[in-house]
C-alpha cells in the first residue's frame, strides 16, 4: 500500500471511531434528558431528546456513506454498521419513552425513575467501552459485563413494578403505564444487545 493510501485509511478509521463515539454521546446525552423528564416533565426536555434524536440520525447517514466508500475499516463493516443501529437504537427508546408517557399523560413516579436511572448507567458502561475501542489493548471486558449486570436489574425491577401497577384500581392508568414500563423493558433489551454487539467485537480482536 502506498503512503498516501496509508495514511487515507488511517484517517478513515479514525473517522469511524470518532463518528461512533459521538453517536454513544449523543446517547448519553438523551438518556441525561429523559432522566431530567422524569424527575421534570416538560415540552422543553422533549424538544431537545427528538433534536438529539435527529442530529444522531444524521451522524449515522454520514457513517454509513463512510462504510460505503471506505477501502479499509478499523473492523469488520457488517459489524460498524450493526453497532452505530444498536446505539441509534438507544436515542430512539429514549425519544419514544417520553413521547409514550405524553401520550399517554402520565406522571412519572419512582419506580419509572429507579428504571430510567439504571438503563442511564448501562448505557454509560456503553459509552465508556466505545469511547477507548479505538486502542486494541483495551479489552473493556468490564464495562461490558457491567452492562449486562445493569440490564438484569432491570428486568428485576420492571417486575416488582409491575406486581405494584397491578395493586392500583384504575384499569386505565395500569394499562396505560404498563406500556411505558414495557418499552423501557425492551430500552433496557436493546442495551443488551448493544452490549453482546461490542463483546463479540473485542472477541474477534483478542
Same mark, same amino acid.
Given at each position: 500500500m502506498s503512503l498516501f493510501r496509508s495514511l487515507l485509511s488511517e484517517k478513515s478509521q479514525e473517522g469511524f471511531y470518532k463518528m461512533?463515539?459521538?453517536?454513544?454521546?449523543?446517547?448519553?446525552?438523551?438518556?441525561?434528558?429523559?432522566?431530567?423528564?422524569?424527575?421534570?416533565?416538560?415540552?422543553?426536555?422533549? $424538544?431537545? @431528546?427528538?433534536?438529539?434524536? +435527529?442530529?444522531? &440520525? *444524521?451522524?449515522?447517514?454520514e457513517l454509513i456513506g463512510m462504510l460505503e466508500a471506505a477501502f479499509i475499516t478499523p473492523f469488520e463493516r457488517e459489524d460498524i454498521f450493526s453497532l452505530s443501529k444498536a446505539i441509534d437504537d438507544l436515542l430512539d427508546y429514549s425519544k419514544s419513552t417520553v413521547d409514550e408517557i405524553e401520550i399517554f399523560e402520565l406522571s412519572t413516579n419512582r419506580d419509572l425513575k429507579d428504571m430510567v436511572y439504571?438503563?442511564?448507567?448501562?448505557? $454509560?458502561? @456503553?459509552?465508556?467501552?466505545? +469511547?477507548?475501542? &479505538? *486502542?486494541?489493548?483495551?479489552?473493556?471486558?468490564?464495562?461490558?459485563?457491567?452492562?449486562?449486570?445493569?440490564?438484569?436489574?432491570?428486568?428485576?425491577?420492571y417486575r416488582y413494578a409491575l406486581a405494584r401497577l397491578f395493586e392500583n384500581e384504575d384499569i386505565r392508568y395500569v394499562l396505560k403505564m404498563r406500556e411505558v414500563y414495557r418499552h423501557l423493558s425492551n430500552f433496557a433489551d436493546k442495551v443488551d444487545i448493544t452490549a453482546d454487539i461490542l463483546g463479540n467485537i473485542m472477541l474477534k480482536r483478542s
Open positions: 461512533l463515539t459521538t453517536q454513544c454521546d449523543m446517547a448519553v446525552e438523551a438518556i441525561d434528558e429523559l432522566c431530567e423528564y422524569i424527575e421534570n416533565p416538560s415540552k422543553s426536555v422533549q $424538544l431537545k @431528546i427528538t433534536h438529539l434524536e +435527529r442530529e444522531a &440520525d *444524521n451522524i449515522r447517514r439504571i438503563i442511564r448507567d448501562a448505557v $454509560l458502561c @456503553i459509552f465508556n467501552t466505545v +469511547r477507548v475501542m &479505538d *486502542n486494541p489493548k483495551n479489552k473493556c471486558q468490564d464495562n461490558i459485563i457491567k452492562a449486562k449486570k445493569y440490564e438484569n436489574e432491570m428486568e428485576k425491577l
